[in-house]
């Protein structure tokens, strides 16, 4: 069973467009994340949620909106998408048990999005 | 604040030969520490942490880094590189009551050649 999954792995849509990447974990962590990997690799979080609370929001534009259904689900929504916003957008899952922060974090494989 | 410096962003060694990637961080809380490997078209995945405990932190895969506070230094080591250890490799830094927060450096690419 995969711990971290998400969908789609492949995302190509026109600028403008709306669209959403679904993160699961099934490993019983209370925190979730989401992580933006631009063409040069870095790696830059842009939300976490722990037990469906949003407890990190880092300056990201408010076209990008999670959502925490459950403990188990992050949902990523994107508005009005523009060719800046081509990456890849990992998910990310730990326990952090009052945000120590010293946990494990198990990342997903990844959603390599493409505006055009 | 919390930032980390990953001293060049490719390095290339022969198969067998020792392994060093450099990570510097600076943090104004007590920090904790992670290297994560990334290999091609796949997440991330930990590969060792140091959370205050012991300053030489081993890992999985032979690696293992050492905490040096004096040179804010955690630097990534292994005795003998191998082909399969061709990846890219990210330092990290958190610390305590930061939500998880994790700062990443800008990764270094590990390239192994016969």
């Known amino acids: 069973d995969t711990a971290v999954s998400q969908t789609p792995k492949y995302l190509v849509t026109q600028m403008g467009n709306d669209k959403s990447i679904k993160c699961e974990q099934n490993?019983?962590?209370?925190?979730m994340y989401w992580y933006k990997q631009d063409s040069k690799k870095f790696l830059k979080i842009m939300f976490s949620y722990n037990n469906k609370e949003l407890i990190i929001n880092e300056t990201v534009p408010n076209r990008f909106s999670p959502k925490s259904p459950d403990k188990a689900h992050l949902n990523l929504h994107i508005n009005s998408l523009e060719l800046g916003d081509s990456a890849v957008y990992f998910c990310?899952?730990?326990?952090?048990?009052?945000?120590?922060?010293?946990?494990?974090?198990?990342f997903g494989p990844g959603t390599r999005l493409t505006v055009l | 604040a919390q930032s980390v410096t990953q001293l060049g962003s490719h390095v290339s060694v022969s198969e067998g030969a020792l392994v060093l990637l450099r990570c510097n961080y600076s943090s104004s809380v007590p920090p904790y520490l992670f290297w994560y490997v990334q290999y091609p078209n796949q997440g991330l995945q930990l590969l060792l942490k140091?959370?205050?405990?012991?300053?030489l932190v081993k890992g999985i895969n032979g690696f293992e880094a050492e905490f040096k506070k004096s040179e804010t230094s955690f630097h990534l080591t292994k005795p003998s590189a191998h082909m399969s250890d061709a990846a890219e490799y990210f330092c990290a830094v958190s610390g305590y009551n930061q939500g998880g927060k994790l700062i990443f450096g800008q990764g270094t690419e590990l390239s192994v050649k016969p």
């Open positions: 140091y959370t205050s405990a012991a300053t």
């Open positions: 490993l019983g962590h209370d925190t």
């Open positions: 990310a899952s730990s326990q952090e048990p009052s945000g120590l922060s010293y946990n494990e974090q198990f």
